[in-house]
């Protein structure tokens, strides 16, 4: 079956710290990769994609690489700000189950001045 | 101009009653979604439609009925609410393996 797991939160840095969150699938077929992001009181945004092995997703200086052979998909970002203060979802979407997308438990980002 | 657009925002009803949340997408989208996030953040797949059809309907207990009168309308009516519905309701559509586009979410709260 499809799935995401992606490593627990709180995540607590300090500002310009390095980021990594983890992220894991096991699917059938070949997925779409997803990070969406989630600001306070708001809904959830797409924040990068990758639709096949070894592409990169970057958007606002946060990166992430499909590796289908680890089958991981982890965000990074050089340098965190205040504002990148959110909850992030990893996804996938795998066209053997048509539109239906797979997210993780989300993580929680908090980023010290 | 908004993509996906639930109302209302905020919703506070007492146990007991029946109450409904609105749906509309301007994108062209052919599959829309009602998930349900928790106070943990997570976040559960309630129903999915395509072009009006009915594709996904997880386990949800019966009280809870999506309305598609158009694809790009997806309501969610709930009966007999209970205090273990509170949560963040979201609205999305999808183009498939395009991603997904959220609405803002409508917080429900049933004291």
């Known amino acids: 079956g499809n799935s995401v797991t992606q490593m627990e939160g709180p995540v607590t840095l300090s500002e310009e710290a390095f980021l990594t969150i983890n992220c894991t699938y096991t699917a059938t077929g070949y997925p779409s990769l997803f990070w969406y992001v989630q600001y306070p009181g708001e809904g959830l945004q797409l924040l990068l994609k990758?639709?096949?092995?070894?592409d990169k997703g970057s958007n606002k200086g946060f990166e992430a690489t499909y590796r289908k052979e680890t089958t991981s998909f982890h965000l990074e970002k050089g340098s965190v700000q205040v504002s990148d203060s959110a909850v992030y979802f990893c996804a996938l979407s795998s066209g053997e189950t048509g539109n239906q997308f797979y997210f993780g438990t989300g993580t929680s980002l908090t980023v010290i001045p | 101009d908004t993509a996906v657009s639930q109302t209302p925002k905020y919703l506070v009803t007492q146990m007991g009653n029946d109450k409904s949340i609105k749906c509309e997408q301007n994108l062209g989208h052919d599959t829309m979604y009602w998930y349900k996030q928790d106070s943990k953040k997570f976040l559960k797949i309630m129903f999915s439609?395509?072009?009006?059809?009915?594709?996904i309907n997880e386990t949800v207990p019966n009280r809870f009925s999506p309305k598609s009168p158009d694809k790009a309308h997806l309501n969610l009516h709930i009966n007999s609410l209970e205090l273990g519905d509170s949560a963040v309701y979201f609205c999305?559509?999808?183009?498939?393996?395009?991603?997904?586009?959220f609405g803002s979410g409508t917080r429900l709260t049933v004291v």
């Open positions: 999305a559509s999808s183009r498939q393996l395009y991603g997904y586009t």
């Open positions: 990758a639709t096949k092995a070894d």
């Open positions: 439609y395509n072009n009006k059809e009915l594709i």
